[in-house]
């Protein structure tokens, strides 16, 4: 699944090569995506109670918020994702729940607590929140209704 979700990743940023029949299907799929990830975001939260946890549902879900992210980057996509039911909830909710863990214990949702010393932590989260903020940042553009949510 997360070779999958990278394919795809690489396939909705290169926005040159996209036909718009494939952008179609993006727009199809792009609920599905979505749905997944507001099913699976509580996942990564896994990641705080130990740092040598490999979950596969957490890097799903940390692709998911990469694919989201760029999709919403896309104008043909980000009215349909604005649109939809639930997802910029989700996104401000995971954020507060990662904001929170990261203070409970070693944060690593951010590149910036990730570093100790000279050695940098390579750990699949890192940048977790600024994906999050990211993603809300798209939803909200150029949306009055979603930005009066946030």
């Not at 494939?22 to 995506?33: I, K, Q, T, W, Y």
């Not at 409970?104 to 750990?123: D, K, L, P, W, Y």
Request: charged share 25%.
């Amino acid at each position: 699944r997360v070779t999958l979700l990278e394919l795809m990743m690489v396939k909705v940023s290169d926005k040159n090569s996209v036909s718009s029949e494939e952008m179609n299907v993006f727009v199809r799929h792009a609920d599905f995506l979505a749905d997944c990830f507001q099913e699976k975001c509580g996942a990564v939260l896994k990641f705080t109670a130990a740092a040598d946890v490999e979950d596969e549902e957490a890097l799903v879900t940390i692709r998911l918020l990469d694919v989201l992210c760029e999709m919403t980057s896309n104008n043909g996509q980000l009215e349909h994702l604005q649109a939809f039911p639930g997802l910029l909830e989700t996104a401000v909710d995971t954020l507060r729940l990662t904001h929170l863990a990261g203070k409970q214990a070693v944060n690593i949702f951010t590149a910036t607590h990730a570093v100790t010393g000279q050695e940098e932590i390579s750990h699949p989260a890192v940048g977790f929140k600024s994906h999050l903020i990211r993603l809300i940042g798209n939803l909200c553009y150029k949306n009055k209704e979603n930005q009066d949510k946030v």
